[in-house]
């Protein structure tokens, strides 16, 4: 029989166990080299999976939201305006040959308060018994419970516990500018609707949700599942039914819509995850390089025993998987903390639109992924040992008082540069040539900042040989001596300080072109009025009240100027949710200025307040392939019309697309005359506040659920809304400065404390504590001063680039601005830290002993 392990000892030459025991042996002798490896591969993995998972979370939750409620839904016939359509068409939809089930569901967006008062967007859900029929996660554990919900509503678990509320208790629902009380029927957890409960929902049983909002008798949309070969059908004939009137496509289209509107987000996410995950595999990488001098001595030790190479490389590979599994999995908990703490919030623009929950999984290949990087880190650093392999001469590495293999020898660092430079020319080829392969130039710039640092180094050394020549009794010349001795780290620390100043420059610039853009298109959009009036937050502006008495009412108060309406609404147009604008024609302009990318801009304001025209945003402009005098045919409540093109603009921060038209248009194809916000012009002589309260006494005796803001107020909603959107971008730029500063500081430190003994060769040449800590504060300077001089200037390119992506692929206004002091900022911070976490290991190695010179 033969022995257990017999084939691992075939495949390796070295039994299982025997590999755990020179481990064990190996983590005895070294445990302080091998946690602080374990610790830089950890940060490394948790910066990969952090950025991983904030990057994948959004549709993905969507997703699971959205079949929850479908079920076995197959087509959705729905709504093109807020008003919905009479029940009736839908009982119709139902007794179509081939349909099963049909479900007709009344979706509105309301605000809902609790006890611990504040106002939350939600979306009102009105559905009948029939939709338990569909099987959905979120309905099959209902059955005859939605009975339960009559005369009242039920919330999901977690927004009960946001406004503080629970079964039996009252709360407010604002539904048109309009307060309702209404009793929490019933409170549901994950076990009864699944991932709906921690969704923005408010669900009712139809006649109730049809009264809160005003609807009586109408839905906006139907749930069908057909018959088994029968989807073909029922498709066709509801299409015939809808009469070019309503919408008919995949129950899960939602999903469509969802993915389109967040792509320029996740665009955005994703240009700047690039440069994180780059760095974050640097920082596992450059923990296992300050084990590498001590692992070439563990194998010309081990061979010098009589391992053979076979033997030496299992024992290699071995310890590297188990130290890289090991930080990992440490990595992982690590890095989902940060994206639960960072990044967890979804962009609130696109909770107006979409009912999407902020629940956050890891699917097994992220997890797969993070690991693997730390892993394969572990991995890479057991190279230069196995290649010592090749070597006749066991014991050279023994012999070596310093750190073998560290030498970069000219020629090399001047391959490296002339293929830095073509890097970077690549790069900005690629990114004029196609806008869309930014992210590629983007990547390339971080190759190019790795392969300039070893010229780089010999510049700098060169350019400072001749001062510290010059200057007596200066450190200098020792700290140049020292960056030249330890090359290859010296190109490490100097390549992670540079990328790091890179990112968070390009990365940091890019987000500030984008608010800069936005804040400017807010201001444009808004400065219209003095003060507005408007139903919740929603800075949309598209969910409609009635206020006719009150309107005209405040169009005769003293102190007002003007009363305008102003109309919107999100509109399904192929896979784009488009945010639909209508000014009225005496606004003072149609278009704001600084949003126009093509056209001009008095003639744009005069077509549009003529009507029949429409002023479109740049994405969908390039995907129609128009131009400005082209037409685009809109589906419209009153069929399909044809509008011409006045002007193609930014997308004024919807990032799905934006079209404008005037209300005279609006009115008549979307059946509508009530308004979705009011727009106030005051009298000379009237402030801001005075007017806001002559605004707030006509109107809110009729509607108290509607908000009345001033100027300056509603600027600053929106504004904080644009901020939390790009919330996500700021904290990765701000994650991996702080993450690459300390990892420095812990190579720099690492460095410093295996120099000990020749600073303490050096003591015992005369130097001084002073002198020998002024040294390694030099040494450290120059090597961050460089990597941060050589990222900032790329940086700046990469900004250029990032910003010139964004205008043309996501259609955000984000035009190019170089930041001076933000770039002074990115590198105060990280110098700063840097030294001052190498303050501490500097002064404690300075003090070594002289005599530890013999011993080592």
Request: aromatic share 4%; glycine share 10%.
């Amino acid at each position: 029989m033969k022995p257990r392990g017999s084939l691992a000892y075939r495949l390796l030459g070295v039994r299982p166990g025997a590999l755990l025991e020179l481990y064990r042996y190996r983590l005895r002798h070294h445990v302080a080299e091998e946690l602080l490896a374990g610790a830089g591969i950890a940060v490394g993995v948790a910066l990969v999976f952090g950025v991983l998972l904030a990057n994948g979370s959004l549709t993905g939750q969507a997703g699971r939201l959205v079949h929850a409620v479908i079920g076995s839904a197959r087509l959705d016939l729905s709504a093109r305006s807020v008003d919905g359509f009479p029940e009736s068409l839908a009982e119709a939809a139902g007794r179509l040959p081939g349909v099963q089930v049909a479900s007709p569901v009344l979706r509105e967006d309301v605000a809902v308060a609790g006890p611990r008062g504040g106002r939350r967007l939600v979306q009102l859900i009105g559905v009948t018994a029939s939709l338990t029929a569909l099987e959905s996660e979120a309905t099959r554990n209902l059955g005859a419970g939605t009975l339960i919900l009559s005369g009242g509503v039920g919330l999901p678990g977690g927004l009960a516990s946001a406004i503080g509320t629970r079964a039996g208790r009252p709360v407010e629902l604002i539904s048109g500018g309009q307060i309702e009380h209404v009793d929490v029927r019933a409170v549901f957890g994950n076990q009864t609707i699944g991932p709906v409960a921690e969704s923005p929902v408010v669900v009712a049983l139809l006649p109730s949700a049809q009264q809160l909002t005003g609807h009586p008798g109408r839905v906006t949309e139907v749930f069908i599942r057909p018959k088994p070969g029968a989807q073909g059908m029922v498709e066709r004939e509801l299409r015939r039914l809808a009469a070019g009137r309503l919408d008919v496509g995949p129950a899960d289209g939602e999903l469509r819509l969802l993915d389109e509107a967040a792509q320029p987000v996740e665009q955005s996410t994703r240009l700047f995850a690039a440069v994180g995950l780059v760095v974050g595999v640097m920082l596992a990488l450059n923990a296992m390089i300050l084990t590498v001098p001590d692992r070439r001595r563990f194998v010309a030790e081990i061979r010098r025993q009589g391992f053979t190479s076979r033997q030496v490389i299992a024992i290699l590979a071995s310890q590297a998987a188990l130290l890289g599994l090991a930080s990992s999995f440490v990595g992982i908990a690590l890095g989902y903390a940060l994206a639960r703490l960072l990044f967890h919030e979804v962009p609130l623009i696109l909770t107006f639109a979409f009912p999407i929950s902020s629940q956050q999984s890891a699917s097994a290949m992220t997890v797969l992924a993070a690991v693997g990087c730390g892993v394969l880190a572990a991995l890479c650093a057991q190279l230069p040992p196995a290649l010592d392999l090749r070597s006749k001469a066991i014991d050279e590495p023994l012999r070596r008082p310093g750190e073998p293999g560290q030498s970069i020898d000219r020629a090399t660092a001047a391959r490296l540069g002339v293929l830095g430079v073509l890097l970077v020319l690549g790069a900005i080829a690629i990114a004029l040539a196609a806008p869309s392969l930014t992210i590629l130039g983007g990547i390339l710039l971080v190759a190019a900042v790795l392969c300039l640092v070893p010229a780089l180094i010999a510049s700098i050394v060169a350019a400072l040989t001749p001062i510290g020549d010059r200057l007596r009794g200066s450190m200098l010349p020792l700290a140049l001596s020292e960056v030249r001795a330890t090359a290859t780290r010296s190109v490490v620390v100097v390549g992670i300080a540079a990328v790091a100043v890179y990112g968070s420059v390009a990365m940091q610039g890019a987000r500030h072109d984008l608010i800069r853009g936005l804040d400017n298109a807010v201001v444009d959009y808004l400065d219209t009025a003095d003060v507005w009036v408007t139903t919740s937050n929603n800075t949309l502006n598209v969910v409609p009240f009635e206020l006719k008495a009150a309107q005209t009412k405040l169009a005769h108060t003293s102190g007002v100027a003007a009363v305008r309406a102003y109309q919107g609404a999100l509109m399904d147009f192929d896979a784009r949710r488009l945010w639909l604008r209508a000014r009225s024609p005496s606004a003072p302009r149609m278009l704001e200025p600084s949003q126009m990318l093509s056209g001009e801009l008095t003639l744009a304001n005069r077509r549009l307040r003529a009507g029949g025209w429409s002023a479109i945003s740049s994405a969908l402009a390039a995907e129609l392939h128009l131009r400005v005098g082209d037409s685009i045919r809109l589906p419209t409540p009153s069929g399909v019309e044809r509008f011409g093109v006045a002007a193609i603009t930014t997308n004024i921060g919807w990032t799905p697309g934006a079209i404008t038209i005037n209300t005279n248009d609006y009115r008549r194809l979307w059946r509508s005359a009530s308004p979705t916000a009011l727009e106030v012009e005051l009298r000379p002589g009237i402030g801001p506040q005075q007017g806001r309260r002559i605004v707030a006494r006509a109107i809110l005796g009729q509607r108290p659920g509607l908000l009345v803001q001033t100027l300056a107020e509603r600027e600053a909603v929106y504004k904080a809304s644009v901020n939390q959107g790009l919330k996500s971008l700021g904290e990765i730029s701000t994650l991996l400065l702080v993450a690459s500063a300390l990892a420095i500081a812990a190579t720099i430190s690492a460095a410093i404390w295996q120099r000990r003994a020749q600073l303490a060769t050096l003591k015992a040449q005369g130097f001084v504590r002073r002198q020998l800590l002024r040294e390694l504060l030099l040494e450290s300077a120059i090597l961050l001063v460089g990597g941060g001089l050589l990222g900032a200037v790329l940086g700046v390119l990469g900004h250029a680039l990032a910003s010139r992506w964004l205008q043309a692929t996501t259609g955000f206004p984000a035009p190019f601005a170089f930041g001076g002091v933000q770039v002074l900022l990115v590198f105060g911070v990280l110098a700063g830290v840097s030294l001052v976490a190498i303050a501490l290991p500097g002064y404690s190695a300075a003090k070594v002993s002289p005599s530890r010179t013999y011993q080592w």
